[in-house]
């Protein structure tokens, strides 16, 4: 089975001074915000403020608690 990610819809500008970092990686700036769904089979996911970051070549999924980002 394969998951479809759809687009991101409501995309909306990130006006704030948060970055991301992936392993050795330099910071990756935040350039919007927006709202996807995974699909699989007759199963939706959706997804709210996914962060849309230009330089991720990937489609990476992670939670985040407390600034604190589990993979």
Do not use: A
Request: aromatic share 10%.
């Amino acid at each position: 089975m394969t998951s479809k990610l759809v687009m991101l819809t409501n995309l909306r500008k990130y006006n704030g001074t948060n970055s991301v970092i992936i392993s050795n990686s330099p910071f990756l700036l935040i350039f919007g915000i927006g709202d996807s769904l995974i699909r699989q089979s007759n199963i939706v996911l959706p997804l709210r403020d996914v962060l849309f970051i230009l330089e991720l070549t990937e489609f990476v999924l992670c939670k985040s608690t407390n600034n604190t980002i589990f993979y």
